[in-house]
């Protein structure tokens, strides 16, 4: 056993120290960012966890006029009543934050950020364990397997919402889960899905992304009890949570969700919150890594038309739930969380495909996508304000090296370089993850609104 164990060890090293790398970073100063209170949601799971472990009753914080009848605590102008019932969400992601906020206190006291996040920490490394085996799955090349990890691990939109305690971080988990079990060869592959479904809805409304993904998949792929599966589980998980709104209050349940079902929308949504405001919380924060991504999973569906159909289904599904729920002017940044594995994986791919095809041109491309990380890192050390133009059109054109080398006929030169540039980008990664601070978070905030 012990042998056994040291070749798997030999083995799965790569992985091992990609996953330790990216629990490291999670881990690092998680409390102090993201910001604690940018978003009151982190409270309201916490609580909705707590009350039913401490009570058996959900409550939470809750804006929503038809709890008018069912505060439990007014608290002033400020901040919104608590209510009990609450039923705005379901119940199984708050039981992870809820449970550490009951070592601590009552559930309607102001939760411990440290403990309510710390369950995260841990959701968001098996997530990235999760995006490795995805990607073994559905590549052959084991090398795009470490990228993604790899990306997934420290690219700092990622590794920053990961830590936020809201349900989309579970959801990641039941998506890659059901991407994974679609390949797998499992006996029982098809019950699990079904379970994943369940668990999905039971997560949050937007989990029916996951029975639905699974349902087109196997319709589309002719694959009759997979689809069968997505349908099932779709139905068992909305039945689910029907009967836990019933439990409660079902008049109240289902005025709740249908007074959220009336959000204004618009055209623009998706524009807005990718292009033109992203976010990891909800003020303006980007490192060039989304844009990237969505790039290169245009790539995906131009190159490989009838690969990696998961991937795509899932991301035009999530892109559609967002476009259908969100308003215009809606920046909850984690609406888009589900998006990032998804991400990670295509840019592994692409990067990949544009090393091996010798596509100079298109590093050169990549690279200028990805400035704002080179940036970040500079701004997060205090640096960037001092760096003159020429430094600066300096950083601009080391994305040329690689095609710089090509033309003079040094391909050696030119794969190493492309090597140099990845390794500059890991370093500039963790620096933003280790260095910033809120100051540096609201001055570019504050530098890209104002403008």
Do not use: C
């Not at 569906?301 to 259908?324: R, S």
């Amino acid at each position: 056993m012990v042998h056994n164990l040291s070749i798997s060890l030999k083995k799965n090293w790569v992985i091992l120290l990609i996953i330790l790398l990216g629990f490291s970073l999670r881990l690092y100063q998680y409390p102090q960012f993201p910001i604690m209170g940018e978003t009151a949601d982190e409270t309201a799971w916490a609580m909705l966890g707590a009350s039913l472990i401490q009570t058996g009753q959900p409550a939470s914080w809750s804006y929503f006029g038809g709890y008018q009848n069912y505060i439990y605590q007014d608290r002033g102008d400020s901040q919104a009543p608590l209510v009990r019932p609450a039923l705005d969400h379901p119940p199984l992601f708050s039981l992870f934050p809820g449970f550490f906020h009951s070592l601590k206190t009552t559930w309607d006291q102001a939760p411990s950020i440290k403990l309510i996040r710390f369950p995260l920490i841990f959701i968001g490394t098996l997530n990235l364990w999760l995006v490795y085996l995805v990607a073994r799955k559905i590549f052959k090349e084991k090398s795009i397997a470490y990228l993604a990890a790899l990306i997934y691990a420290v690219v700092p939109t990622f590794v920053f919402g990961s830590r936020l305690v809201v349900a989309e971080n579970l959801l990641i988990t039941w998506m890659l889960l059901a991407i994974y079990l679609t390949k797998s060869s499992l006996k029982r592959k098809n019950l699990f899905l079904i379970l994943v479904s369940i668990a999905a809805i039971l997560t949050k409304f937007s989990g029916i992304i996951i029975p639905l993904g699974i349902l087109f998949y196997g319709w589309q792929t002719r694959k009759k009890l997979i689809a069968r599966s997505g349908l099932l589980g779709l139905i068992l998980g909305e039945l689910s949570y029907l009967l836990y709104g019933a439990m409660y209050n079902w008049q109240l349940f289902l005025e709740v969700n249908l007074s959220q079902a009336g959000r204004d929308l618009g055209l623009a949504t998706l524009a807005n919150r990718l292009f033109l405001h992203p976010a990891v919380v909800e003020k303006f924060f980007f490192d060039g890594w989304i844009i990237l991504g969505l790039f290169a999973l245009v790539g995906l569906f131009l190159l490989q038309p009838k690969k990696y159909l998961m991937m795509k289904i899932y991301f035009i599904l999530w892109l559609v739930f967002i476009a259908t729920t969100a308003g215009e002017q809606t920046f909850h940044a984690w609406y888009d969380y589900p998006l990032y594995p998804l991400l990670a994986l295509a840019t592994a791919w692409f990067l990949h495909y544009i090393f091996t095809q010798k596509m100079y041109w298109l590093v050169w491309l990549g690279w200028l996508l990805i400035l704002p990380t080179m940036r970040l890192a500079l701004a997060v050390s205090h640096q960037y304000t001092q760096i003159p133009a020429l430094v600066m059109r300096g950083i601009i054109g080391l994305g040329a090296l690689p095609l710089g080398f090509s033309l003079i006929k040094k391909d050696k030169l030119a794969s190493k370089s492309i090597l140099l540039l990845g390794g500059l980008l890991l370093i500039a990664m963790m620096v933003v993850i280790l260095k910033i601070n809120a100051r540096d978070y609201w001055e570019m905030d504050q530098f890209f609104y104002s403008r």
